[in-house]
């Protein structure tokens, strides 16, 4: 059984549109974040959840909407695509907040092209 | 604004030779984490290094943390192709954020 995984994992689409990637954890975890990998391979944090609060939003666009049914899930929902939204965007949670001892888990990533 | 620096960037090497990688900052961290990251996979946790000059080992791969807990570095001895993926060094950034290194690069030819 996959510990956190994310649907779909490759998705192309066109300029404008809008698109949504879905997160789910079977971790019992209560932190999850979306982090976006760009073509350099920079990782870098989007969003932090904790038991289904927003935490951190790093100064992401408003076209980036993300959001958490319950503590197991986190959505991104994408509108008016861009072509700089290009990348890999990897869900990852936490068993708690980030500590001195904590793990990451991260899912297999969603490749998104927008054309 | 916390950074972490990796170095090399890409680093190509044949099997069997030894490697070191670093991770440096100008900011203390309570703790750093290495992890690694394979084609179309999410990375994967290593180690995490939380006293100061603190080694792990981990099979081939050595793993220290900088006395001042502002820097980590990751050997590996004789490496393999199964090595061969992207490295990654982490720290946690207040309570609800990970910050991730610019990565390493390596490949390991047979």
């Known amino acids: 059984d996959t510990a956190v995984s994310q649907t779909p994992k490759y998705l192309v689409t066109q300029m404008g549109n809008d698109k949504s990637i879905k997160c789910e954890q079977n971790l019992g975890h209560d932190t999850m974040y979306w982090y976006k990998q760009d073509s350099k391979k920079f990782l870098k944090i989007m969003f932090s959840y904790n038991n289904k609060e927003l935490i951190i939003n790093e100064t992401v666009p408003n076209r980036f909407s993300p959001k958490s049914p319950d503590k197991a899930h986190l959505n991104l929902h994408i509108n008016s695509l861009e072509l700089g939204d290009s990348a890999v965007y990897f869900c990852?949670?936490?068993?708690?907040?980030?500590?001195?001892?904590?793990?990451?888990?991260f899912g297999a990533g969603s490749r998104l092209t927008v054309l | 604004t916390q950074l972490l620096e990796q170095s090399p960037q890409f680093l190509s090497i044949q099997e069997g030779e030894n490697l070191t990688v670093y991770c440096n900052s100008s900011s203390v961290f309570s703790s750093l984490q290495w992890y690694r990251q394979e084609p179309g996979e999410g990375p994967v946790l290593l180690v995490t290094?939380?006293?100061?000059?603190e080694v792990k080992k981990l099979k081939r791969l050595t793993f220290q943390f900088g006395d001042a807990r502002k820097d980590s570095s990751l050997h590996i001895t004789a490496a393999q192709p199964g090595d061969t993926g992207l490295y990654l060094c982490a720290g946690p950034s207040g309570t609800y954020k990970y910050i991730f290194g610019t990565g390493t690069r390596l490949k390991v030819l047979a």
């Open positions: 990852a949670s936490s068993q708690r907040p980030a500590l001195g001892a904590n793990v990451l888990t």
């Open positions: 290094v939380v006293t100061g000059g």
